[in-house]
């Protein structure tokens, strides 16, 4: 142990020796490592002039170090002027400062999970054995370790010209491309559910959001063979959610499978819907009812089976951090959904509720404004759509098996209103003719 604590003294020291010696190396060890995450005082000290000095774009070395820790008062902690020029003189190059750096880092991080484990471990002793408490202490444990996790995956910043390999390798592969929503007309305009982004699906009761949410996540469970897709069912046990997804895939009344009874000449596509969601990577909870705990399920599928999309079925039924409003707990809840989604790395789509308003309107289409208790989920959201039936308020022909997707916000693209088939009976939303005339069984949804 001792011997560990002396290199890891010794690599801090290597690393502001480094950059002492060659000062164009500082912006890499900034990019790396944090001065908290210095075990020796004073080596940290000369690490933060050094970084202020180069953000000042002032020069580097042992003269002006040392003039801006004497102005700090802050000259005597390092040893003076000898203790810079000894810790510029421990190395001969700057050829291993991304190495010692590394040692630095994760010394560090080692040391706040001693210390976070150790505050736990107290904690729990004292805790009272009843639900809520410890419900209330997971969540803080898995925050404080989640804080830990991305102090530590700062130093993990892509740099610019591996951006620019990324993008020029997938100009021959038809660009960036997402998951597919097994919608044509939308995957057109959106190109996709791609990674890091927080998709919100929203509209009023009884417009097929859960409908909506389903299609999504058995069009990449299924038709994209992801490798891991979790929906987190807040309003609906599992079984009816897969219900609902065998219900639309096979053509099938959820009346009908409620009652047991299977129509004979859909039992082909039952046997073969059912058959490919035993194969799908698709997992249904509805035990976590906060992004913490959210965080945690998704993060146990994915070191099983990996983990591509991730599904919240909705947003206003979660809890948040206490709040002094509704509003404020929302707004807190649709930020961490995003981190969640850039955490992962994977599209997180969330159905929302909207408000009553459009209600009133003689045009009943929703808009952005919408959006029920907090304009922050229009602030975070990359892309969202809102569901629209007119079928829902008039009845006439024209109106029937039609729904809208409103795209009504595209970060990165085109806004517009997309048109699909809407079948009540299954809640199942399909593209809209010509596709769906030749396309309707369950392999080619």
């Known amino acids: ?6 290199a890891v003294l010794d690599a801090e020291r290597s690393l502001v020796g480094a950059i002492l010696l060659d000062a164009s190396r500082a912006p890499d060890a900034a990019a790396i490592v944090a001065p908290e995450d210095f075990l020796a005082q004073d080596v940290r000290l000369v690490f933060e002039v050094v ?15 040392a003039h801006e820790l004497d102005r700090r008062g802050q000259l005597d902690l390092v040893g003076r002027r000898a203790g810079i020029v000894e810790l510029a003189n421990c190395v001969t190059s700057a050829a291993h400062l991304t190495h010692h750096a590394r040692i630095v880092t994760e010394a560090a ?24 408490s410890v419900r209330e202490f997971l969540e803080d444990a898995e925050r404080e370790l989640l804080a830990i996790t991305r102090s530590r995956d700062a130093a993990k910043t892509p740099t610019v010209a591996r951006l620019v390999d990324e993008i020029e390798s997938s100009l021959g592969q038809g660009g960036r491309r997402g998951l597919s929503t097994g919608l044509v007309d939308l995957d057109a305009l959106l190109n996709g559910l791609k990674p890091g982004q927080l998709v919100i699906g929203a509209g009023r009761p009884g417009m097929g959001k859960t409908g909506l949410a389903c ?12 490798e891991g897709v979790i929906y987190f069912s807040l309003e609906m046990d599992p079984r009816s959610i897969v219900e609902r997804v065998i219900a639309a895939r096979a053509r099938i009344s959820t009346r009908d499978i409620e009652r047991g009874s299977i129509p004979g000449d859909r039992r082909s596509a039952w046997d073969e819907t059912v058959t490919d969601l035993r194969a799908s990577g698709l997992s249904v909870s ?3 009812r906060t992004v913490q705990a959210m965080r945690g399920e998704a993060r146990r599928w994915k070191q099983k089976h990996g983990l591509a999309l991730i599904v919240v079925d909705y947003l206003q039924l979660m809890r948040g951090p206490k709040s002094d409003s509704r509003q404020e707990e929302v707004a807190s809840i649709s930020r961490e959904l995003k981190e969640m989604a850039e955490e992962f790395a994977v599209p997180v789509l ?9 209600e009133v309107r003689s045009d009943k289409r929703p808009g952005l404004a919408d959006l029920r208790e907090s304009g922050a989920i229009e602030q975070d959201a990359d892309v ?17 098996h039609k729904a809208e997707l409103i795209v009504a916000k595209h970060r990165n693209g085109p806004t517009g209103t997309i048109v699909v088939g809407f079948e009540a009976q299954s809640v ?18």
């Open 286 to 288: 509805s035990r976590s």
């Open 350 to 358: 969330a159905m929302a509720q909207l408000n009553r308003q459009a």
């Open 109 to 132: 991080t080692l040391r706040r999970l001693e210390a976070w484990s150790r505050r736990k471990a107290e904690e729990s002793s004292e805790l009272a054995p009843d639900a809520g």
């Open 51 to 65: 970084v202020a000095l180069d953000n000042a774009r002032a020069g580097v070395d042992c003269v002006t170090v």
């Open 1 to 6: 142990m001792a011997s560990e604590h002396q």
């Open 384 to 400: 969202v759509v809102l569901v629209f039936r007119e079928d829902y308020y008039k009845k006439p022909a024209e109106y029937d």
């Open 215 to 226: 299609k999504l996540a058995e069009s990449a469970a299924i038709r994209e063979n992801a």
């Open 428 to 445: 199942r939303f399909f593209n809209a003719a010509p596709v769906e005339a030749v396309a309707w069984y369950p392999g080619m949804k």
